[in-house]
Structures are given as structure tokens and as C-alpha cells.
């Protein structure tokens, strides 16, 4: 299964907890980026990048891990 991280693993389970965690992190994103609406630069473009650096991260986990 691929999982919300976009990557496949043998085992499902580290895809899950590793998906997780990316949810996570783009819940908090969101979150900041509609408290900081008010400023473009850390309302939109700080979490969006904030989130790719996250999923490379743990893509290279998940990748490491096989």
C-alpha cells in the first residue's frame, strides 16, 4: 500500500504510522497557515515548504527502512 505518503513499503504498518505523521504535519500546517493568513510569506509559502521538506524526510525514511 502506498498510504498517504506516496511510497511502498513491505510492511503496512510503518506505511500507516508514517502516513500519520505526515497528516499530522499537514493539519498543523493548515492550522498555522490560517493563523498567519494575514502574511504570505508565513501563511502560505513557510508551510507548503514546511510539508515537502517533511514528506522528503520521511520518504527517505520509509526508503532507508526496506
Do not use: K, M, N, T
Amino acid at each position: 500500500p502506498l498510504g498517504f505518503i506516496g511510497e511502498a513499503h513491505p510492511q503496512p504498518e510503518r506505511v500507516r504510522r508514517v502516513s500519520a505523521l505526515l497528516l499530522a504535519a499537514a493539519a498543523a500546517a493548515i492550522a498555522i497557515a490560517l493563523w498567519l493568513r494575514h502574511s504570505p510569506l508565513l501563511g502560505g509559502v513557510a508551510p507548503v515548504l514546511a510539508v515537502l521538506l517533511i514528506r522528503g524526510r520521511l520518504a527517505r525514511q520509509l526508503a532507508l527502512a526496506r
